[in-house]
């Protein structure tokens, strides 16, 4: 029962190495997955994230952060394996600036 409650707990970590931004899901501090792992000088779009700003059909969305709305960003992008992707993740002003270098203009000027 401990260990069914305890598995409740998750938590998302966005690790950015040389323009890849890697998205893990950490479960209950004992169990990490890895959501997906995508090029940042890919993203076609990105920005704060309501409900105004919904993608068009097609897109596979991954969900990693708290979805409370306050701090959401979206990242639209092509993956290789699952097509059209949208990304909705609450990364801290720290990732957000550790991925700036690696916005394409387009994006770079939108922001």
Known sequence: CYYLFTSIDCEYEYIITNGDLDVDKIIAKRKRKRLISVKISTFEDFGKYN?????????????????????????DFKHPTLGNVRLIFTPNEKTINGMKPYFSRIILTKI
């Open 51 to 75: 409900a105004a700003t919904k993608p068009a059909d097609g897109f596979t969305t991954v969900l990693a952060g708290e979805n409370s709305g306050n701090g959401d960003y979206y990242a």
